[in-house]
């Protein structure tokens, strides 16, 4: 499954190639105890698949099945199908 990523710090957007089905990233994504650690630069602490940097020419950017809005715990959510998912340790504010 690939997913549009949106990286709220630094303002960048990358997509993320995963070897897995939406169904183990549901799973993966809603046990999480936090973001934190994919936050910055998640070409470098995504656990699996291959993330690429769209570059900031990019004209288009690609409508995938999959969102991640990647920012703090309180308001990063990863979105497929427009069905949306927040992980364990979402704080709502």
Request: with cysteine; proline share 4%; net charge negative.
């Amino acid at each position: 499954m690939e997913f549009l990523i949106e990286e709220e710090y630094g303002y960048r957007y990358w997509v993320w190639k995963t070897n897995k089905t939406h169904a183990e990233m549901i799973e993966w994504w809603t046990k999480l105890e936090s973001v934190n650690p994919f936050f910055f630069n998640p070409s470098q602490t995504l656990p699996f698949g291959e993330v690429s940097l769209l570059s900031e020419d990019c004209m288009e950017i690609p409508e995938l099945r999959g969102y991640l809005h990647l920012h703090e715990d309180d308001d990063s959510f990863m979105q497929i199908d427009r069905e949306r998912f927040h992980h364990k340790g979402y704080i709502s504010l």
